[in-house]
Protein backbone atom coordinates (compact mmCIF):
# COMPACT_ATOMS: atom_id res chain seq x y z
CA UNK A 1 0.00 0.00 0.00
CA UNK A 2 2.73 2.72 0.77
CA UNK A 3 5.10 1.79 -2.58
CA UNK A 4 1.12 2.76 -4.39
CA UNK A 5 1.00 6.07 -2.29
CA UNK A 6 4.18 6.39 -3.14
CA UNK A 7 3.70 5.58 -6.82
CA UNK A 8 0.85 8.13 -6.92
CA UNK A 9 2.98 11.09 -5.56
CA UNK A 10 5.69 10.67 -8.00
CA UNK A 11 3.37 10.38 -10.48
CA UNK A 12 1.24 13.41 -9.40
CA UNK A 13 4.68 15.50 -10.70
CA UNK A 14 3.89 17.83 -13.88
CA UNK A 15 7.47 18.15 -15.54
CA UNK A 16 10.12 16.22 -15.97
CA UNK A 17 13.75 17.72 -16.13
CA UNK A 18 16.27 16.97 -18.66
CA UNK A 19 20.28 16.61 -17.03
CA UNK A 20 22.65 18.29 -18.12
CA UNK A 21 25.54 16.87 -20.06
CA UNK A 22 29.02 16.98 -21.47
CA UNK A 23 29.53 15.48 -24.74
CA UNK A 24 33.02 14.95 -26.23
CA UNK A 25 34.22 15.87 -28.93
CA UNK A 26 37.81 14.29 -29.82
CA UNK A 27 40.51 16.84 -31.61
CA UNK A 28 42.66 14.24 -33.39
CA UNK A 29 45.53 14.57 -35.97
CA UNK A 30 42.92 14.14 -38.76
CA UNK A 31 40.14 15.86 -37.79
CA UNK A 32 37.05 16.12 -34.49
CA UNK A 33 35.34 12.85 -33.90
CA UNK A 34 32.59 12.93 -33.80
CA UNK A 35 32.46 15.20 -37.42
CA UNK A 36 29.58 16.96 -36.02
CA UNK A 37 26.23 16.38 -33.95
CA UNK A 38 23.04 15.75 -35.57
CA UNK A 39 20.02 17.28 -34.00
CA UNK A 40 17.38 15.99 -31.50
CA UNK A 41 20.85 14.89 -29.50
CA UNK A 42 21.77 17.96 -27.21
CA UNK A 43 19.58 20.99 -25.88
CA UNK A 44 20.87 24.39 -24.73
CA UNK A 45 22.30 23.70 -21.26
CA UNK A 46 24.67 21.23 -22.45
CA UNK A 47 28.32 21.22 -23.39
CA UNK A 48 30.61 20.51 -25.71
CA UNK A 49 33.89 18.84 -24.31
CA UNK A 50 36.69 19.36 -26.64
CA UNK A 51 40.03 17.68 -26.10
CA UNK A 52 43.20 17.75 -27.78
CA UNK A 53 44.13 13.94 -28.33
CA UNK A 54 46.59 14.34 -30.97
CA UNK A 55 50.05 12.77 -29.75
CA UNK A 56 51.83 14.31 -32.42
CA UNK A 57 54.36 16.83 -30.11
CA UNK A 58 53.48 20.60 -30.29
CA UNK A 59 50.28 19.85 -32.27
CA UNK A 60 48.04 22.87 -31.32
CA UNK A 61 44.31 22.75 -32.02
CA UNK A 62 41.12 24.95 -31.71
CA UNK A 63 37.56 25.78 -32.18
CA UNK A 64 36.22 28.47 -34.01
CA UNK A 65 32.57 29.05 -33.19
CA UNK A 66 30.26 31.01 -35.82
CA UNK A 67 28.06 32.27 -33.17
CA UNK A 68 25.97 35.09 -34.94
CA UNK A 69 25.53 32.84 -38.17
CA UNK A 70 26.91 34.85 -40.77
CA UNK A 71 29.68 32.87 -42.06
CA UNK A 72 32.60 34.35 -40.65
CA UNK A 73 34.48 32.52 -37.83
CA UNK A 74 36.59 35.28 -35.88
CA UNK A 75 33.32 38.15 -35.87
CA UNK A 76 32.79 40.11 -32.80
CA UNK A 77 29.68 37.98 -31.79
CA UNK A 78 31.30 34.79 -32.47
CA UNK A 79 33.50 32.48 -30.15
CA UNK A 80 36.86 30.53 -30.11
CA UNK A 81 38.35 27.98 -27.96
CA UNK A 82 42.39 29.02 -26.82
CA UNK A 83 44.68 26.79 -28.45
CA UNK A 84 44.51 23.13 -27.19
CA UNK A 85 47.84 21.48 -26.56
CA UNK A 86 48.15 17.53 -26.44
CA UNK A 87 49.54 18.04 -22.44
CA UNK A 88 50.97 20.77 -20.41
CA UNK A 89 54.19 20.65 -18.55
CA UNK A 90 54.60 20.23 -14.91
CA UNK A 91 56.76 21.67 -12.43
CA UNK A 92 57.65 19.66 -9.02
CA UNK A 93 54.42 20.78 -7.68
CA UNK A 94 52.15 19.19 -10.58
CA UNK A 95 51.56 23.01 -11.20
CA UNK A 96 51.45 23.92 -14.97
CA UNK A 97 55.10 25.94 -15.69
CA UNK A 98 52.87 27.88 -18.37
CA UNK A 99 49.56 29.03 -16.79
CA UNK A 100 47.91 29.70 -20.25
CA UNK A 101 48.29 25.91 -21.44
CA UNK A 102 45.40 23.94 -21.91
CA UNK A 103 44.54 20.78 -23.32
CA UNK A 104 40.75 20.52 -22.90
CA UNK A 105 38.15 23.33 -22.91
CA UNK A 106 34.19 23.13 -22.04
CA UNK A 107 31.73 25.23 -24.53
CA UNK A 108 27.97 25.92 -22.95
CA UNK A 109 25.75 25.84 -25.60
CA UNK A 110 22.82 27.97 -24.62
CA UNK A 111 22.06 31.77 -25.41
CA UNK A 112 23.20 32.63 -21.89
CA UNK A 113 26.80 32.19 -23.46
CA UNK A 114 25.74 33.90 -27.09
CA UNK A 115 24.96 30.65 -28.25
CA UNK A 116 21.17 30.05 -29.85
CA UNK A 117 19.49 27.11 -30.28
CA UNK A 118 19.64 25.45 -34.10
CA UNK A 119 22.79 24.56 -36.02
CA UNK A 120 25.95 26.37 -35.90
CA UNK A 121 28.87 26.18 -37.85
CA UNK A 122 32.40 25.50 -36.36
CA UNK A 123 35.98 25.65 -37.84
CA UNK A 124 38.46 23.18 -36.31
CA UNK A 125 41.82 24.51 -36.81
CA UNK A 126 45.20 22.05 -36.36
CA UNK A 127 48.51 24.12 -36.43
CA UNK A 128 51.54 21.47 -36.62
CA UNK A 129 54.89 21.88 -37.95
CA UNK A 130 53.90 25.97 -38.71
CA UNK A 131 51.08 24.73 -40.91
CA UNK A 132 47.44 25.32 -40.66
CA UNK A 133 44.59 22.94 -41.66
CA UNK A 134 40.94 23.29 -41.13
CA UNK A 135 38.06 21.28 -41.37
CA UNK A 136 34.43 22.94 -40.82
CA UNK A 137 31.84 20.27 -38.83
CA UNK A 138 28.28 21.62 -37.49
CA UNK A 139 26.88 21.26 -33.94
CA UNK A 140 23.31 21.20 -33.46
CA UNK A 141 21.15 21.53 -30.56
CA UNK A 142 17.47 22.41 -29.47
CA UNK A 143 15.89 24.27 -26.87
CA UNK A 144 15.68 22.34 -23.84
CA UNK A 145 12.05 22.02 -23.39
CA UNK A 146 10.37 20.27 -20.22
CA UNK A 147 7.08 18.02 -20.87
CA UNK A 148 4.08 19.66 -19.06
CA UNK A 149 1.81 17.01 -18.44
CA UNK A 150 -1.58 16.91 -20.01
CA UNK A 151 -3.43 16.55 -16.87
CA UNK A 152 -3.18 20.15 -15.91
CA UNK A 153 -5.59 20.67 -12.49
CA UNK A 154 -9.07 21.99 -13.92
CA UNK A 155 -11.68 24.00 -12.33
CA UNK A 156 -12.01 25.50 -9.11
CA UNK A 157 -9.55 25.30 -6.57
CA UNK A 158 -11.69 23.57 -3.89
CA UNK A 159 -12.21 20.58 -6.56
CA UNK A 160 -8.09 20.82 -7.15
CA UNK A 161 -7.96 20.83 -3.03
CA UNK A 162 -10.09 17.30 -3.31
CA UNK A 163 -7.86 15.56 -5.26
CA UNK A 164 -4.72 16.57 -3.17
CA UNK A 165 -7.36 15.68 0.21
CA UNK A 166 -7.23 12.05 -1.73
CA UNK A 167 -3.87 11.20 -1.85
CA UNK A 168 -3.35 12.65 1.90
CA UNK A 169 -5.98 9.99 2.79
CA UNK A 170 -4.03 7.08 1.05
CA UNK A 171 -0.66 8.22 2.44
CA UNK A 172 -2.39 7.87 5.85
CA UNK A 173 -4.21 4.66 5.54
CA UNK A 174 -0.71 3.25 4.23
CA UNK A 175 0.60 4.51 6.92
CA UNK A 176 -1.98 2.73 9.16
CA UNK A 177 -1.21 -0.44 7.48
CA UNK A 178 2.27 -0.31 8.52
CA UNK A 179 1.84 0.54 12.10
CA UNK A 180 -0.79 -2.33 12.50
CA UNK A 181 1.03 -4.99 10.50
CA UNK A 182 4.66 -4.09 11.89
CA UNK A 183 4.23 -5.23 15.31
CA UNK A 184 2.66 -8.56 13.98
CA UNK A 185 5.83 -9.43 11.76
CA UNK A 186 7.76 -8.71 14.58
CA UNK A 187 5.91 -11.38 16.75
CA UNK A 188 6.07 -13.63 14.53
CA UNK A 189 9.93 -13.81 13.59
CA UNK A 190 10.19 -13.90 17.67
CA UNK A 191 7.79 -17.10 17.89
CA UNK A 192 10.20 -18.74 15.17
Not at 88 to 113: A, F, G, I, R
Not at 129 to 137: I, R
Request: glycine letters at 6%; aromatic letters at 4%.
Amino acid sequence: MLTVALTLLLMAAPVSAHDTKEYTMLLQEDGVTPDGVSSGVLVSTDSLFFYNVDSREEAVHRVLIDADGDGEFEGVDDMATAWLSPSCELDENDSKVDPDCEVTELVLLDPSNGLLPGSISMLHQIDHNQSLTESAFTVSFSEDQHTVSDNLPTGSEEEQLGGDDFLVLVLMASLVGIVVILPRLMDSTKDE
